[in-house]
C-alpha cells in the first residue's frame, strides 16, 4: 500500500511563526501536492510538484512556498504564520496517473 | 480550466436506506472524474473513479457513480446504506491534458442515521 505520512496531526504556532508542514510518500511518486481543506470549500490546491526540485504555484499560494529537494519529501512553508492560514492542510502524491493518494492531514491552528 | 459542483452540502439518510449524492461538473476538455471520501479526522480516499469506458463505475464498500457526459454529472449512489458510511464525500475532475491538476467539490457530508 501507498503511504502518505505527514510529520504532524496536530500543530498550534503563533502569528508572525514560519511554519514548516513535511510530507514524505513511500512509493517513488513523481507528484506531489498541498492542498488547504476548509469548510464549505473543499480542498484547493497551493502547490504541486512533479519533480525533484519542480514546483508550480496551485490557485491559493499567496503566503506558502514549498520545497522538494528529494523525490520523497515536499515540505510547506508559511513564510510568516497570520491566523487566516489557520485551516487542516492535505498532502497528496500520485504516480503518472490522475488519481491521489492522501495524508491523513495537518490540522495547523495559528493564534 | 474545470470546475466542480456538489449540489448538496449536507445529506441525512435513515441506514438502509438507498442514497445519491450528486456532481455536476464543467470542463473544455475531456476529463477524468473521481469520488474520494473522508471519515472523520482522516486523509481522503478514494472511492472510485472514472477514466474512460463503461460509464457506470463500481467502487468500494458498494458504492458506484455513473458518468452522463451530455449532462456533464458524475452522480454517486449506493442502495442501501450503513451507519459507517457517515462521512464527508468529495466529487473531483482532472483534465486528461497532462499535469493531472484536480480540481474538488465543496463536499457533502452524509450523515446516516439509525
Known amino acids: 500500500d501507498v503511504k502518505v505520512t505527514q510529520s504532524s496531526r496536530y500543530l498550534v504556532k503563533r502569528t508572525g511563526e514560519k511554519v514548516f508542514l513535511e510530507c514524505v510518500q513511500d512509493?517513488?511518486?513523481?507528484?506531489m501536492f498541498w492542498y488547504r481543506q476548509d469548510p464549505g470549500l473543499g480542498l484547493r490546491l497551493i502547490y504541486f510538484?512533479?519533480?525533484?526540485?519542480?514546483?508550480e504555484k496551485g490557485d491559493i499560494p499567496e503566503g506558502y512556498s514549498v520545497s522538494r529537494e528529494k523525490k520523497e519529501r515536499f515540505s510547506l512553508i508559511l513564510e510568516s504564520a497570520s491566523t487566516n492560514q489557520t485551516s487542516m492542510y492535505l498532502c497528496?502524491?500520485?504516480?503518472?496517473?490522475?488519481?491521489?493518494?492522501f495524508g491523513q492531514g495537518t490540522r495547523l491552528t495559528v493564534v | 480550466a474545470q470546475s466542480v459542483t456538489q449540489l448538496d452540502s449536507q445529506v441525512p439518510v435513515f441506514e438502509e436506506a438507498p442514497v445519491e449524492l450528486r456532481c455536476n461538473y464543467s470542463s473544455s476538455v475531456s476529463v477524468y472524474l473521481f469520488w474520494y471520501v473522508q471519515y472523520p479526522n482522516q486523509g481522503l480516499q478514494l472511492l472510485l473513479k472514472?477514466?474512460?469506458?463503461?460509464?457506470l463505475v463500481k467502487g468500494i464498500n458498494g458504492f458506484e457513480a455513473e458518468f452522463n457526459k451530455s449532462q456533464t454529472s458524475f452522480h454517486l449512489r449506493k442502495p442501501s446504506v450503513h451507519i459507517s458510511d457517515t462521512a464527508e464525500y468529495f466529487c473531483?475532475?482532472?483534465?486528461?491534458?497532462?499535469?493531472?491538476?484536480?480540481?474538488f467539490g465543496a463536499g457533502t457530508r452524509l450523515f446516516v442515521k439509525a
Open positions: 473531483a475532475v482532472t483534465g486528461n491534458t497532462g499535469g493531472f491538476k484536480t480540481i
Open positions: 472514472y477514466l474512460s469506458g463503461s460509464t
Open positions: 510538484s512533479y519533480d525533484v526540485k519542480m514546483k
Open positions: 512509493m517513488d511518486h513523481e507528484n
Open positions: 497528496a502524491s500520485s504516480l503518472n496517473r490522475p488519481e491521489a493518494f
